[in-house]
T-cell receptor, first 111, second 113 residues
Framework: NAGVTQTPKFRVLKTGQSMTLLCAQD?????MYWYRQDPGMGLRLIHY???????AKGEVPDGYNVSRLKKQNFLLGLESAAPSQTSVYFC??????????FGPGTRLTVL | DQQVKQNSPSLSVQEGRISILNCDYT??????FLWYKKYPAEGPTFLIS?????DKNEDGRFTVFLNKSAKHLSLHIVPSQPGDSAVYFC????????????FGTGTSLTVIP
């Protein structure tokens, strides 16, 4: 039982490049979330999903897209990376939205 | 607008003493609150929660208090141990809008041996 896993753990991009962050959970959770953590800002919700095939915007969705084609996976895409997207990204899942289980994070640097 | 606030970015406490971490919220519709603990280079892990029907929830050395009228909650750690040194986040899910979680900015606790 791996819980929530994230791929990759670290990544460096140049401005304008694109990439996809993968989140996988093996707990059969309906809800999945993508957060970013920046110094002094806490955790901010980017996008979330309440079930397979559904996605919704969170607090800071601009510049990101997501897809939930399979219940266990939640992908976060950056189409054209910007330095402002340098952050640590956390994926989380929950059974009924009452408690998040977090992945270990992805540290992304955009040069 | 920050719906969940932690106004103390850091706190230092002697081992064995009490640690008190505070959190304020603005949305009176929040009725469930959580505390998460985060070590460096790891994801946050759930610590303790409280429902608005209670004013206190205790789990071992950790107790969370909720004052609904003041829109304030606090986490007490007694006695504090060096292994408690971490960043603590309070959070509240908005159960009316698809379970978005709102997190505070975190308080970095250092327990001095």
């Amino acid at each position: 039982n791996a819980g929530v896993t994230q791929t990759p753990k670290f990544r460096v991009l140049k401005t304008g490049q694109s990439m996809t962050l993968l989140c996988a959970q093996d707990m059969n959770h309906e809800y999945m979330y993508w957060y970013r953590q920046d110094p002094g800002m806490g955790l901010r919700l980017i996008h979330y999903s309440v079930g397979e095939g559904t996605t919704a915007k969170g607090e800071v969705p601009d510049g990101y897209n997501v897809s939930r084609l399979k219940k266990q996976n939640f992908l976060l895409g950056l189409e054209s990376a910007a330095p402002s997207q340098t952050s640590v990204y956390f994926c989380a899942s929950s059974y009924e939205g009452t408690r998040d289980f977090f992945g270990p994070g992805t540290r992304l640097t955009v040069l | 607008d920050q719906q969940v606030k932690q106004n103390s970015p850091s706190l230092s406490v002697q081992e064995g003493r009490i640690s008190i971490l505070n959190c304020d919220y603005t949305n009176s519709m929040f009725d469930y609150f959580l505390w998460y603990k985060k070590y460096p280079a790891e994801g946050p892990t759930f610590l303790i929660s409280i429902s608005s029907i209670k004013d206190k929830n205790e789990d071992g050395r950790f107790t969370v208090f909720l004052n609904k009228s003041a829109k304030h909650l606090s986490l007490h750690i007694v006695p504090s141990q060096p292994g408690d040194s971490a960043v603590y986040f309070c959070a509240a899910p908005d159960l009316n809008t698809g379970n978005q979680f709102y997190f505070g900015t975190g308080t970095s606790l250092t327990v001095i041996p």
